[in-house]
């Protein structure tokens, strides 16, 4: 279906060859759908009553008009991950950050332009859990007569990984906040919406249809709530080309490693004999603390293939396999070319430090008393009731300070010995950047309650990851190794289990960006912030003016 459709579109752009860049129209309804998986039945929130929701095509500087149109009980966002959202920060979707949620029987027209940018994304809600089954893919081409930095396959399929919950997950959600503890985990992986065969119910998994000597290209998403993931394919090695939208230089592999919100394309060739291939989702935690721990199956299988065939297996990596994500993740460097260039910033103007913890503070209401939070610096970052964007564009007061800490109110041994009092503060503060300033963020993993790994996601910008490493961050010694050269461009990176990253970026897009842990437990648990960036001098360094259909709160 997403090959015809990406044929189609094709096609359609071949009738205009002297259009530069088109507006792109959809329309998403946002329903509720009845469907069995892994043996049981539920009813959950569609986006067109599909899981993975339409997928969204278009090219690099085209326009994109989605109407969304809530005709469930919850309200709802849309975010478009890794879009910039150049001054258009009404359309990037957090809700309570840019946008009030549209509300059921509402809609909302998101429009922004796509510039300086081509590869895989992804959408999803931005509100609750929502986005467990509220997602799909972007596709963004070159623009008309500019090819890919690599060889052209013969087709592209798009991968879409996942997860899924029996239960109503806002159930699972409000069962969690009620109690205070963590929430129970997913029941399987999903590969294109498929669980594929478990243990007790053996449904029909996801199959991936090849031709023998042709080349494809595979835009793989890992569009999962909580689950780092790996992806396999038995047999075969994948070439990494492009990470979050952003060229990289080619490497083979033959498994690919991506935190929830993260895009890998990778070239296939379909090189060996015909027959049937197994595919393999797996989950990475190198933590001691739950998680889904099920194997996901889909299936590689070439044309002319008998029935009834022989699968090939494959090994599947280790729970805990940190040196095969370690080496993927640094095997990844921008391309650095006079076309696609790596412009790092080599002087910085806002230095911070973020700590990262777990923390636990009183609940009267919960089970033990205590809550579970999280934290950035020690503030849980609390969200308001009504828009910061508004706020910020208004000048309304009260609704947020600027005053987020640079860096954490005590120094302690991050990844050693832990403080005593591991309670946080609550606010909803902002730290402010000028427009054009250069930003480096140190984020820092403690070993505070449940130390593991954090996705973190920037809203409105990619940035480039300069370095990364175990233990604590050494201020001396670890920038003289930073690549400042070809690092990796990313909207999302994985903080390692007790180490810490280091991404430095140019605040050039006025508004008010999300900063936040992409594992949604945490982003729950309040491990988040935002950025104001203010407007430069003049229209074009400003913020465009609220729509006139922004949803009221």
């Not at 009834?308 to 729970?319: D, E, F, M, Q, R």
């Not at 910085?348 to 809550?371: E, K, M, Y």
Request: net charge neutral; with cysteine.
């Amino acid at each position: 279906m997403e090959s015809r459709l990406l044929t189609i579109f094709l096609v359609a752009l071949s009738f205009s060859p002297f259009v530069q860049s088109l507006v792109r129209h959809y329309k998403f309804s946002v329903i509720l759908k009845n469907t069995t998986k892994l043996c049981s039945t539920k009813s959950f929130v569609t986006v067109n009553g599909q899981c993975p929701g339409p997928t969204l095509y278009a090219r690099e500087d085209d326009t994109v008009l989605v109407r969304v149109t809530n005709h469930v009980k919850y309200n709802i966002t849309i975010h478009w991950h890794g879009i910039k959202q150049l001054r258009s920060g009404w359309s990037d979707g957090p809700a309570y950050v840019t946008q009030c949620p549209i509300q059921p029987g509402q809609s909302f027209l998101y429009n922004f332009s796509i510039t300086g940018q081509r590869g895989t994304l992804l959408w999803h809600a931005h509100i609750t859990w929502l986005r467990a089954t509220v997602y799909g893919a972007i596709v963004i081409l070159p623009k008309r007569g500019i090819s890919y930095p690599f060889p052209k396959p013969d087709k592209e399929k798009i991968i879409i990984l996942g997860e899924w919950w029996k239960s109503d997950v806002e159930a699972v959600l409000n069962q969690a906040e009620s109690s205070g503890l963590p929430p129970n985990i997913s029941d399987a992986h999903t590969i294109n919406g498929h669980a594929g065969p478990l243990p007790g119910c053996n449904s029909r998994g996801y199959t991936l249809h090849v031709e023998s000597g042709k080349t494809y290209l595979l835009r793989i998403i890992n569009a999962a709530l909580n689950d780092e993931l790996f992806f396999k394919i038995a047999g075969h090695k994948l070439t990494v080309v492009e990470a979050d939208a952003s060229y990289v230089k080619p490497f083979e592999t033959d498994t690919i490693f991506m935190s929830p919100g993260q895009t890998t394309n990778v070239l296939l060739s379909a090189d060996q004999g015909v027959g049937k291939y197994l595919i393999a989702v797996t989950p990475f935690m190198d933590a001691p603390i739950g998680f889904d721990n099920v194997t996901s199956i889909a299936t590689l299988r070439y044309k002319t293939t008998p029935p009834y065939p022989t699968t090939t297996l494959t090994t599947i990596p280790a729970l805990n396999a940190t040196p095969l994500t370690t080496h993927f993740i640094d095997s990844l460097r921008s391309l650095n070319t006079k076309e696609y260039p790596a412009r790092v910033p080599l002087t910085v103007d806002h230095s911070l430090f973020f700590a990262i913890t777990v923390g636990l503070n009183p609940c009267d209401t919960c089970l033990t008393g205590s809550r579970l939070v999280s934290a950035i610096n020690n503030i849980t970052f609390l969200l308001p009731t009504t828009s910061l964007l508004e706020a910020h564009y208004y000048n309304v007061r009260g609704v947020f300070t600027d005053d987020f800490p640079a860096y954490p109110p005590i120094v302690f041994n991050y990844t050693g010995t832990q403080p005593v009092n591991i309670q946080t503060n609550n606010g909803t503060r902002l730290y402010r950047l000028n427009f054009n300033s250069t930003v480096e963020i140190i984020l820092q993993g403690t070993a505070m309650i449940a130390p593991e790994n954090h996705p973190f996601h920037l809203h409105g910008y990619n940035f480039f990851v300069v370095g990364q490493g175990l233990g604590n961050f050494d201020p001396e010694k670890d920038p003289l190794a930073f690549n400042l050269v070809d690092p990796v461009e990313r909207n999302t990176i994985g903080v390692p289990n007790g180490g810490w990253a280091a991404i430095r970026f140019r605040a050039n897009n006025p508004g008010v960006w999300f900063f936040h842990c992409h594992l949604e437990v945490h982003t729950t648990w309040g491990l988040k912030m935002a950025f104001i960036v203010d407007n430069g001098n003049g229209p074009q360094e400003s913020s465009f003016p609220p729509p006139n259909d922004l949803p009221k709160c």
